[in-house]
């Protein structure tokens, strides 16, 4: 399911993130739990993923990490804004003291000019702080987008422990 250079860095960042002492949850929409998915494929991941949440409706996140609506209604959910919000809600609502959140638009549809196929926001809530990243990875196969999502989201991970 997961390639063995992804593996292995879900495997250092499970064992450098026991060893620090800190927890990971997740909050994911077009990946749909790929990034939970890779962490807990780690033995002893139990020790570091606190929980994941699979936020793929408008109304997931509002309801399960409390994104408001009208920030969906304003931005759009594929949008800085709302990545942000999901980190960071995803944090509030969990016990975990890093939180990464990914929203994005897998295609094959979906798309527009404006928000192509290939947009991905992610968020990454950790002290008292959200980072943002935007990717563009253009019109590729939806589960090409999703795997490359899943490796932007694992290298916010890696950073945060770094920083």
């Known amino acids: 399911m997961f390639d063995d250079a992804l ?6 960042l499970v064992a450098d993130y026991t060893a620090a002492g800190k927890t990971i949850a997740t909050a994911e929409s077009c990946t749909g739990g790929l ?5 807990t494929a780690v033995p002893g991941s139990s020790a570091v993923v606190e929980r994941g949440f ?15 609506a009208a920030l969906i209604a304003t931005h759009g959910a594929v949008s ?8 960071a809600g ?6 975990a003291a890093v939180a990464v959140a990914v929203t994005g638009i897998a ?3 979906g798309g527009s000019a404006e928000k192509p ?18 990717r563009r990875y253009g019109d590729l196969s939806r589960a090409e987008i999703r795997h490359r999502a899943v490796i932007d989201a694992v290298a916010l991970l890696e950073e945060a422990l770094a920083s």
Request: hydrophobic content about 55%; aromatic content about 4%; glycine content about 12%.
């Open 80 to 87: 800085e804004p709302v990545a942000r919000a999901m980190a």
């Open 117 to 134: 196929v290939g947009l991905v926001h992610f968020a990454l809530a950790a002290g008292g702080a959200v980072r943002h990243r935007e």
């Open 7 to 12: 593996l292995a860095r879900a495997t250092a």
């Open 90 to 95: 995803a944090r509030a609502a969990s016990r």
């Open 107 to 109: 295609g094959p549809g």
């Open 54 to 68: 699979v936020t793929y409706s408008n109304a997931a996140k509002a309801e399960m990490i409390g994104v408001p």
């Open 35 to 39: 990034v939970a998915g890779l962490l």
